[in-house]
């Protein structure tokens, strides 16, 4: 059972469904970072301003030391939350106080794609184990299945091979394990 219930980390929920993402002159994506441990309140506070915005959550399960399982919800990317819109939607964001800082994203067809990328891997239940540095390797795209598009770099980790998935603005990303996943070089 959860300590508390999964929130929306994404504001509207079709937003990766939108025409023009990324690309829009009028909107553009921006980087902001949070006060610590103030992501979630950030979110609630974009989607009650209706300002667009995704930050990743993945979903964690623990034992506690009486050895009950419990189920919690984090941020993938600890204190970064992405908000799209106009420069009156960032200012929204910033009068939230839960801000520390934030940054214009120049390549936002860039951004998009990576992005996207993490809400179908999240949408489709894959394990992921967040990364912090980027490993030189093979980009690979996954060819089938329904993680089918996802595209990445092979690292080793642990002994096994593993697909990281990076929002490359961050220098972050996350991996899966490889171990059944049919892809190509690219």
Same mark, same amino acid.
């Given at each position: 059972?959860?300590?508390?219930?999964?929130?929306?980390?994404i504001?509207p &929920?079709?937003?990766f469904?939108? =025409?023009? !993402?990324?690309?829009?002159?009028? @909107?553009?994506?921006w980087?902001?970072?949070?006060?610590a441990?103030? =992501?979630?309140?950030?979110?609630?506070?974009?989607?009650?301003?209706?300002?667009?915005?995704?930050?990743?959550?993945l979903?964690?399960?623990?034992?506690?030391p009486?050895?009950?399982?419990r189920?919690?919800?984090?941020?993938?990317?600890p204190?970064?939350v992405?908000?799209?819109?106009t420069?009156? @939607?960032?200012?929204? &964001?910033?009068?939230?106080?839960?801000? &520390?800082?934030?940054?214009?994203?120049?390549?936002?067809?860039?951004?998009?794609?990576?992005?996207?990328?993490?809400f179908?891997?999240?949408?489709?239940?894959?394990?992921l184990?967040p990364?912090?540095?980027?490993q030189p390797?093979?980009?690979?795209r996954?060819?089938?299945?329904?993680?089918?598009?996802?595209?990445?770099?092979?690292?080793?980790?642990?002994g096994t091979?593993r697909?990281l998935v990076?929002? =490359?603005?961050?220098?972050?990303g996350?991996? !899966?394990l490889?171990?059944?996943?049919e892809?190509?070089q690219i």
């Amino acid at each position: 059972m959860p300590l508390l219930e999964r929130e929306t980390d994404i504001f509207p &929920a079709n937003l990766f469904d939108l =025409e023009n !993402l990324g690309t829009d002159p009028d @909107q553009c994506w921006w980087a902001i970072y949070t006060l610590a441990r103030r =992501e979630k309140d950030l979110m609630r506070r974009l989607a009650a301003k209706e300002v667009p915005f995704y930050g990743p959550v993945l979903t964690r399960r623990n034992k506690s030391p009486g050895g009950r399982m419990r189920t919690s919800f984090v941020p993938l990317f600890p204190s970064y939350v992405f908000v799209y819109g106009t420069n009156e @939607q960032r200012y929204e &964001a910033m009068t939230t106080n839960c801000v &520390a800082r934030y940054v214009e994203v120049v390549d936002g067809a860039g951004l998009t794609r990576d992005l996207r990328q993490f809400f179908q891997l999240i949408e489709a239940g894959a394990p992921l184990l967040p990364e912090d540095q980027l490993q030189p390797g093979m980009r690979v795209r996954v060819k089938s299945g329904r993680l089918s598009g996802i595209e990445g770099v092979v690292i080793r980790r642990e002994g096994t091979s593993r697909l990281l998935v990076s929002v =490359e603005f961050l220098q972050k990303g996350a991996s !899966l394990l490889l171990h059944d996943l049919e892809f190509e070089q690219i």
